[in-house]
């Protein structure tokens, strides 16, 4: 097991960038993708985008215009930025570590999550 | 895009069987993942690759999948199994489902 650890600001105003950061403490091996995913107060979670240790990432579609992932491998950290944001992005943000393979793949480490609210 | 539908809320009597259903088209072409979340944390994984469990599950969890269903059953149901259960499948990037919250009577 790992521990994540989210850290950033808890209020971000519209149209601006959230950026987050993911403190990985324990087993942050090279297998595993790292993940973001965020939820919404009162509903399901939404995947927001994985990056693997290699640099490569996926995004999920409907915030891939927006979003950016990257990965400082030597810090062990993994970071999220979202641009342009509107309420639409209030959330609880959570950072995840994902095992089983990049189509396949599991989410079975979770951050505690930090709520990041959009508004002036 | 692709939709995995969930009945919003299961209801059973402590002791007994809870089958929650997890809808998609073709989803047992799929790997399955379980979610469970209590209220104000964040969700644990309980179920993998439609019917494996991670430890500290108890083997009261169990899975399936078939044609366009998954399942999550939870056996011999207890107060502290209450919580929001999420489904979680891969299609064109990671898919969840919309949850159901499971009430102990």
């Known amino acids: 097991h790992v521990q994540l650890h989210v850290s950033g600001p808890g209020l971000v105003k519209p149209s601006e960038t959230l950026s987050l950061t993911c403190t990985v403490s324990g087993d942050s091996g090279s297998t595993y993708y790292w993940s973001w995913i965020r939820q919404p107060p009162g509903q399901g979670p939404e995947w927001i985008g994985y990056?693997?240790?290699?640099?490569?990432?996926t995004y999920n579609p409907s915030l891939k215009s927006r979003v950016t992932i990257s990965v400082d491998t030597p810090k062990k950290q993994f970071s999220l930025k979202l641009s342009s944001v509107t309420a639409a992005d209030t959330a609880m943000y959570y950072c995840?570590?994902?095992?089983?393979?990049?189509?396949?793949?599991?989410?079975?480490?979770w951050g505690q999550g930090t709520l990041v609210t959009v508004s002036s | 895009s692709y939709v995995l539908t969930q009945p919003p809320s299961v209801s059973v009597a402590p002791g007994k069987t809870a089958i929650i259903t997890c809808a998609g088209d073709?989803?047992?072409?799929?790997?399955v993942h379980w979610y469970q979340q209590r209220p104000g944390q964040a969700p644990v994984l309980v179920v993998y690759?439609?019917?494996e469990r991670p430890p500290g599950t108890p083997d009261r969890f169990s899975g399936s999948t078939s044609g366009d269903t998954a399942t999550l059953i939870i056996g011999r149901v207890e107060a502290g199994d209450e919580a929001d259960y999420y489904c979680?499948?891969?299609?064109?990037?990671?898919?969840f489902g919309g949850g159901t919250k499971l009430t102990v009577l």
């Open positions: 073709n989803i047992g072409s799929y790997s």
């Open positions: 995840a570590r994902a095992s089983g393979g990049a189509t396949t793949g599991y989410c079975d480490d």
């Open positions: 979680q499948a891969w299609h064109d990037g990671v898919v």
């Open positions: 690759y439609d019917n």
């Open positions: 990056i693997y240790y290699s640099g490569s990432v």
